[in-house]
């Protein structure tokens, strides 16, 4: 995992590079290519019945994307991406195997951890007030986020030791969400709404599909 963060830094690194050439582009036409860095506060909403509250949980994402102008000023745009996402949910169900497969159930406690390492392709309509010698400016960014998930973890607690299960096949691995990033300069506002579900119809407790979806609310960062 370490090697895969220094090669996605790396890129990054170049692609900012040459995202800042044609930012600096003089004239009408210019071009918003920007490295994205979000920050999130995350929510598993439609949880099963009885189940607690989860604790702190978060997000991180960071990627690249590529600005399609759509006007001769560059203030109406669409934007398409490629980056990495890290997400880890703490909540109350509990995931063991067994003989027939996995089993499901609620405990007492929030301990239990869903980790998630992503490929995500963030695709935005874009409205802003930028022109070619304005770096900071106000922005609207709308759109959907379509992840495709690279390595899933869940673990829970038996006697205080953390009990590891990767990659379920129950996991959605493709999901899609609503996006919107609103704010002005480099500070903006991050809401995700995922559409897809998290696990597959085979994830059943108490007789009763688990349809648990994920929020995302936070900050985004954009990098010229």
Do not use: C
Request: aromatic residues 14%.
């Amino acid at each position: 995992m370490r090697r895969l963060l220094n090669v996605l830094t790396v890129l990054l690194f170049t692609l900012s590079i040459n995202a800042q050439k044609d930012s600096l582009q003089l004239g009408d036409k210019y071009l918003e290519d920007q490295i994205y860095l979000d920050f999130t506060y995350n929510v598993l909403r439609k949880q099963p019945k009885d189940s607690k509250a989860s604790s702190f949980s978060y997000g991180i994402s960071a990627g690249y994307i590529r600005d399609i102008s759509l006007v001769k000023s560059g203030r109406v745009a669409f934007g398409v991406g490629v980056g990495y996402g890290y997400d880890s949910f703490s909540h109350s169900l509990k995931v063991a195997e067994d003989g027939n497969g996995y089993s499901f159930e609620l405990t007492n406690s929030t301990d239990n951890k869903l980790s998630l390492h992503n490929l995500e392709m963030p695709i935005q309509f874009r409205l802003r007030t930028s022109d070619s010698k304005t770096y900071s400016f106000w922005r609207v960014y709308s759109g959907v986020k379509l992840t495709y998930n690279l390595s899933s973890r869940l673990t829970y607690q038996n006697n205080n030791v953390a009990v590891p299960i990767t990659d379920v096949d129950f996991y959605n691995r493709f999901q899609v969400g609503l996006t919107l990033a609103a704010g002005y300069g480099t500070f903006n506002f991050h809401l995700y709404y995922g559409l897809t579900p998290i696990f597959k119809s085979t994830a059943i407790l108490n007789g009763a599909t688990i349809d648990t979806k994920v929020f995302k609310l936070g900050l985004s960062f954009y990098i010229l």
